[in-house]
């Protein structure tokens, strides 16, 4: 049943999120390719010079990309389960039904994670290419938060479709409007050092916030 | 499980309404506080106050701004000039133009400055290298468990040059790693003086480059003496290296050439929560510490004496009646940034005083209002009343946005 449950979901997924790591790579590329054209005509310590002391991010082209993916995720997700209801006969199932949107909600969180992971990587081992750790770790401590942002867009994105009442979705996306541009803020590199962690706990605490309208879907809140 | 993610939600929207309401708030209702501008006049041997376009004396007598200019005729040079009416000599002291130029220095430190991403890799310059215009090297250093070169172009270890550097630094006794390295890492100063560093053992030393040589010098001084902070200054009197700051506050120069730490009779420094600027000229220097609501400034002689101080202070924000409003309607505010440093956190502070409460106290009655055609079990609803009772209009907003409506 839960292997059932989950390949509908990667049915719903599976294009979306594979388009969504090519283009999370595609931008990584492109931003490497401007690095390596940037040193070539200004030269790599000119370069470095404006990056270590006037705080240029060679990396901010991807600042608002983990957000507009996980809202995706969350969309391609969750609005083909509101259409016509589809997802009261997931809730007909003989299974707990908090335990199958937790398994929905962890396998669009899984799926993100999967997505991001990879284009981390890349952008961690190519950045060590070009950058010495110093520079490498304020770039990780800048991009950490638009990643979690990413996540934390996807469960509120997720609250927000399958919230039944009109008025609610409409107070959730103020809501929502508010919270996430926590994760955006626009600090200089390395200034999110002290508050990555507490941004982590707080987006693992909303992963299980689309409990509530879920809860409140099924039990027929009009 | 229901109940815990709607407190989850409730939570996180307390936290946004914390930070964006209070600052939507300033944003509508604040208005700038102005500084004073305070410099002490070698013509009247007096401080003269400038608070927006109004200046006065230290006793309260009104300038114009050609007598402003007058009584601080250093600052004001070149218009004094263009008037004609620049003096030939002030305190029976030649006024040169070259001579005044050279004496001339601003040096200005915020708290951002010591606390922040501050950067751990540097260029280091040649010092001697015969030419005129300074060039930025293709390698930058750190000071790890030894004193590293990373080649730009290659982004690897310059082997020999960090052998060459670790080598001489650890005979000096430097103890890998350093705590603080300062320099001016830019080509567009006058000329390279290195760096000056802290070790792990609190020892100061001095780096630079002469003709790819390491050149390093162990500064004398007691084992006590910390510093926390470090600013290399590039002033034409070439009279020191820095500006230091010692944990216990203190305000130090490092002279140049012979090492020298000369302390600054400035007590109650505060360089975490107060902006410091020191104005030096032919007759004195002015040290100036600015902090949220209030301004203190030492005149000091050439020989480092105390001469005068000017100290005052003004209303806070807190204190106008946008203020006042603001602590009937906020509890506290949550902000991401401080005006003392560039880190983002949660900065929590909380609204003086006890105003707040009348309004909590009208929205937990609200919300029982609101909340009572429902005919709901009240002890179902207790979090969210204490809710509302300690966060205000926050807990107010968040707990009516997900409503506390559960079904059998």
């Not at chain 1, 209801?85 to 899984?110: A, C, D, Q, V, Y």
């Not at chain 2, 376009?53 to 263009?82: F, I, S």
């Not at chain 2, 209303?315 to 440093?341: C, H, L, N, W």
Request: with cysteine; glycine share 6%; charged share 20%.
């Amino acid at each position: 049943m839960w292997k059932s449950i989950i390949y509908k979901e990667w049915l719903k997924v599976r294009w979306y999120l594979i388009a969504a790591t090519l283009l999370l790579g595609i931008f990584v590329s492109y931003m490497f390719i401007n690095v390596q054209h940037t040193i070539a005509f200004m030269q790599a310590n000119n370069y470095w010079n404006v990056i270590v002391f006037r705080k240029e991010q060679y990396f901010h082209l991807i600042k608002y990309l983990p957000l507009l993916i996980g809202i995706g995720i969350a969309i391609a997700q969750y609005v083909p389960e509101i259409i016509q209801k589809r997802i009261k006969l997931s809730f007909h199932l003989p299974n707990n039904e908090n335990k199958i949107i937790l398994t929905m909600m962890g396998f669009g969180n899984l799926s993100l994670l999967a997505c991001f992971s990879i284009v981390f990587l890349i952008f961690v081992g190519l950045s060590n290419y070009f950058f010495p750790y110093e520079i490498v770790n304020e770039a990780i401590v800048t991009i950490l938060p638009w990643f979690i942002g990413g996540l934390a867009g996807y469960s509120l994105v997720s609250l927000i479709v399958l919230e039944p009442i009109w008025k609610y979705k409409m107070f959730y996306m103020v809501v929502a409007a508010l919270f996430i541009p926590i994760y955006y803020e626009s600090g200089v590199s390395g200034a999110f050092e002290p508050i990555n962690f507490k941004l982590t706990i707080i987006a693992l605490l909303i992963s299980v916030s689309l409990l509530f309208s879920a809860y409140r879907f099924r039990k027929g809140e009009m | 499980m229901e109940k815990i993610s709607r407190y989850i939600l409730v939570f996180i929207t307390i936290l946004a309404f914390s930070i964006f309401l209070p600052e939507f708030y300033w944003m509508s209702f604040g208005k700038p506080i102005k500084s004073e501008f305070v410099l002490y006049s070698c013509i009247d041997n007096d401080f003269i106050i400038s608070q927006g376009p109004k200046t006065t004396d230290n006793k309260g007598n009104k300038l114009t701004v050609q007598q402003k200019e007058q009584k601080l005729p250093l600052l004001n040079m070149r218009q004094l000039m263009l008037d004609g009416i620049f003096p030939d000599s002030i305190n029976g002291v030649e006024m040169d133009p070259h001579v005044i130029g050279v004496h001339k220095s601003f040096f200005r430190s915020q708290p951002k400055d010591i606390v922040g991403p501050l950067p751990r890799i540097f260029p280091l310059f040649e010092s001697e290298s015969g030419r005129v215009k300074l060039e930025l090297p293709n390698d930058f250093f750190r000071i790890s468990w030894r004193m590293e070169f990373i080649d730009t172009e290659t982004n690897s270890i310059n082997e020999e040059k960090s052998r060459m550097f670790s080598a001489v630094l650890q005979k000096r006794g430097f103890a890998f790693p350093a705590k603080l390295i300062a320099g001016i890492p830019t080509t567009r100063k006058s000329c390279d003086e290195g760096y000056v560093v802290t070790d792990s053992d609190d020892q100061l030393f001095h780096i630079k480059m002469i003709k790819g040589r390491p050149y390093v010098q162990k500064v004398k001084k007691s084992d006590d003496l910390k510093f926390k902070h470090i600013a290399c200054v590039d002033f034409r009197d070439k009279k020191y290296y820095s500006y230091m700051i010692s944990n216990e506050n203190e305000i130090y120069i490092l002279t140049q050439d012979d090492y020298e730490l000369i302390k600054f009779p400035i007590k109650g420094f505060n360089p975490e929560k107060e902006e410091l600027r020191i104005f030096g000229d032919i007759f004195n220097y002015n040290i100036i510490r600015i902090g949220k609501n209030y301004i203190n400034v030492d005149a000091l002689n050439k020989k480092y004496e105390k001469i005068a101080n000017y100290s005052n202070s003004w209303s806070s924000r807190d204190e106008k009646t946008e203020g006042k409003v603001f602590s009937y309607i906020f509890p506290a505010q949550i902000s991401m940034f401080s005006g003392y440093t560039d880190f983002v956190n949660f900065y929590f502070t909380r609204t003086k005083g006890f105003n707040w409460l009348i309004f909590n106290i009208l929205l937990v009655f609200a919300h029982f209002m609101i909340i009572k055609p429902r005919k709901v079990n009240y002890k179902n609803h207790l979090i969210d009343f204490s809710l509302i009772f300690i966060t205000g209009i926050f807990g107010f907003l968040s707990v009516n946005l997900f409503q506390n409506k559960f079904f059998k």
